[in-house]
């Protein structure tokens, strides 16, 4: 069975001690459970600090950026081979970077490739904005950004991503309209769909795919049991302790009661 992975991305929020409050309170709140795992990504020069203070045994830490070649004269920028001591994850893709940072299919495809060069998991995101949905252009887009993203890997390495769903229309930056389970479900069909055609039904079988866009501690559940979905990328409700443990309870709710297909 794959295993649900709740994440939260803190985007540009919480400095280095706000961070660690966070931490210490979702520490406390958030029980153990070996089927969910549960993943923060806090801003980067939060992450090493945090790598020190975690549970491991109960967080696992993402980046939420990286840079596409390991060394050079690149000022500003931090490489995937500088962030392996302290996470497990970078977030590849997010719609956030595409828009405001023109971020090409190239450059994320080059930063997948960048992550697995140095035993890095990327979560790929996904997805279509308005206008491309509302000109039947989502299987496309979904296409293109699956293709191009996972070009150079094997299907190996593919069978580890993980990928989130995050319509763009869906995330509160662009609009946060409340997306429907049943339109989760047919993107997530579609994106196993393109996996399966391009590296195996084996590999589709494996790769887990989450939901990301507006997810809160009471519509968690709902999208959670959409099958096909195995969690969700979190954006403001992971800053709050309440609502982002809401959510992992949610998750470990439906496990408990089986309504998980
Ligand atoms: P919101 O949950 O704030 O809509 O953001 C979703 C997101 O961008 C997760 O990466």
């Given amino acids: 069975m794959r ?56 967080f696992r830490l993402a980046a939420q950026n990286a840079y596409l070649k390991d060394e050079g004269a690149y000022t500003g920028e931090v490489s995937f081979t500088m962030l392996k001591e302290l996470v497990h994850y970078v977030i590849i893709g997010h719609s956030e970077r595409r ?33 491309e949905r509302e000109d039947g252009m989502t299987k496309q887009v979904l296409h293109d950004q699956i293709v191009t993203a996972l070009y150079n890997l094997t299907a190996e390495e593919v069978a580890k991503v993980v990928i989130a769903y995050e319509p763009v229309w869906a995330i509160s930056t662009f609009g946060g309209e409340l997306a429907k389970p049943a339109q989760i479900e047919t993107a997530i069909k579609f994106i196993r769909h393109q996996i399966a055609q391009l590296y195996g039904q ?53 496990l408990r009661e089986g309504t998980k297909e």
């Fill in 202 to 254: 084996r590999v589709a079988d494996e790769v887990r795919v989450l939901y990301g866009g507006s997810v809160d501690d009471q519509t968690a559940r709902g999208y959670l049991e959409i099958p096909g979905c195995d969690g969700a990328l979190i954006g403001g409700a992971s800053i709050n302790y309440m609502k982002f443990s809401g959510i992992v309870d949610a998750a470990y709710r439906m």
């Fill in 3 to 58: 295993r649900i992975l709740i994440a939260g991305n803190w985007k540009m929020h919480l400095n280095v001690q706000q961070s660690s409050l966070l931490v210490h309170r979702l520490s406390e709140r958030i029980k153990t459970h070996n089927d969910i795992e549960v993943v923060l990504s806090p801003s980067l020069v939060s992450l090493q600090p945090m790598s020190l203070e975690i549970d491991r045994r109960k």
């Fill in 99 to 131: 828009i405001y940072f023109c971020e090409s299919l190239e450059t994320v495809r080059d930063k997948v490739a960048a992550a697995f060069r140095n035993g890095l998991t990327p979560i790929l995101c996904i997805g279509e904005n308005k206008e």
